[in-house]
Structure formats: C-alpha cells, structure tokens
T-cell receptor
Framework: QKEVEQDPGPLSVPEGAIVSLNCTYS??????FMWYRQYSRKGPELLMY????GNKEDGRFTAQVDKSSKYISLFIRDSQPSDSATYLC???????????FGAGTILRVKS | SAVISQKPSRDICQRGTSLTIQCQVD?????MFWYRQQPGQSLTLIAT?????????ESGFVIDKFPISRPNLTFSTLTVSNMSPEDSSIYLC?????????FGPGTRLTVL
C-alpha cells in the first residue's frame, strides 16, 4: 500500500463547476499538507499549504485536512479552462522536510 | 519564494553515457532536493543535498548512479550515470524557503 493514495483521473468538468480533489494517507506522522499544480512540461507550483487539521481558503481554492480520517481535499470553485492541469497532493512529517507525493489527478475543465 | 533554473531543459542521450543536470537558485538555501518524475507517474525523491555534507540517498537510489554535488548555497548538480532507457524521466530540483518547498522547471531526459 502506498503512503499516499490519489485517484489519477482524468477528471473532466464543465467550466464553472466545483471541483473536488482528494488524497488519503496512512502515515499518522504527517502534519504538513500541500497541493501543487503542474502544467504540462512545467515544474510543480505550490497552490496551498496547510498545517495539521482544518480549512484554508485562498481565492477560488479551499484546502481541507481531516487528520482523524487521514484525508485531505482541495476544492476549486468556478473552475476555469486555465485550471486544467495535474494536481499533486504532498505531505511531510516536519516542515521543510522531504515530501511524499500522491500520484496526481489530471483535471480537464471544458469551456 | 525562490526562482529556480535548471540546465539543460531537455536532452536526448545515448545508452551508456552520462548527463549532468545543473540547478541554480536566486537565493542562498540550506536544503535542496532532487526528484524524479517518470512518465505518467508522480514525484519520487532521489536524494537530499545539503551544502557542506554528503548527499543522503533514498532507498533504491545510489551515489554511483546519481552522484550529486553541492558546492555552495545556490547551486547543485545531479549526474545520471551510465544511462539506460529506464532513466528516461523528468528530473527536478527543489529548495526549501521559509519552510515551503519550491520546484524548478525540470529537465526532461530521454535515453535511447
């Protein structure tokens, strides 16, 4: 079993839809949770960074962490074609430490 | 944040040869990582490279195959040695700034 599980998709939605992306993990030591966006032929770009449980909102993006269930989510409101990318969840036990990544979910937003 | 550049951006190499990938950061950073992203897969950590100490390799990666240099706080190199087609991947360096990890654009390597 992988430490971090993420459905690779692809997930295809119409423009304006609310998108929900999820990851589960098995290591209870993880405390720092990140979502990266990766466009084709580019490096990952940090979207959201969350410590421990709770919600964090930034514009159209909301990150949720439920440590009791070992489950994290990223919600994208009013999705745009420019949101089409691969979304990678990542987590670590200590700040600034090596990251363990999920497989990445391919998102396609159709106009 | 940090601005990270990598050279080359892509290369096509012959089996049995070696390629050195450079990573340059616009600020001094202590922690630097090298990752591999194989086609259609997520990122896997190869090694951690801190200035002034030997690189620390993850399980499945060895120094003879992936030697790393870290001569100062803004620069590092990763060499992929004696390449085979299985080494065809994107290689990414990343740095930690203010407890957050940032990634370079990656080097796309194809081995024939």
């Amino acid at each position: 079993q992988k430490e971090v599980e993420q459905d690779p998709g692809p997930l295809s939605v119409p423009e304006g839809a609310i998108v929900s992306l999820n990851c589960t993990y098995s290591n209870s030591a993880f405390q720092y949770f990140m979502w990266y966006r990766q466009y084709s032929r580019k490096g990952p770009e940090l979207l959201m960074y969350t410590y421990s449980s709770g919600n964090k909102e930034d514009g159209r993006f909301t990150a949720q962490v439920d440590k009791s269930s070992k489950y994290i989510s990223l919600f994208i409101r009013d999705s745009q074609p420019s949101d089409s990318a691969t979304y990678l969840c990542a987590m670590s036990a200590w700040t600034g430490n090596k990251l363990v990544f999920g497989a990445g979910t391919i998102l396609r937003v159709k106009s | 944040s940090a601005v990270i550049s990598q050279k080359p951006s892509r290369d096509i190499c012959q089996r049995g040869t070696s390629l050195t990938i450079q990573c340059q950061v616009d600020s001094q950073v202590t922690m630097m990582f090298w990752y591999r992203q194989q086609p259609g897969q997520s990122l896997t950590l190869i090694a951690t490279a801190n200035q002034g100490s030997e690189a620390t390799y993850e399980s499945g990666f060895v120094i003879d195959k992936f030697p790393i240099s870290r001569p100062n706080l803004t620069f590092s190199t990763l060499t992929v040695s004696n390449m085979s087609p299985e080494d065809s991947s994107i290689y990414l360096c990343s740095v930690v700034v203010a407890d957050t990890q940032y990634f370079g654009p990656g080097t796309r390597l194809t081995v024939l």
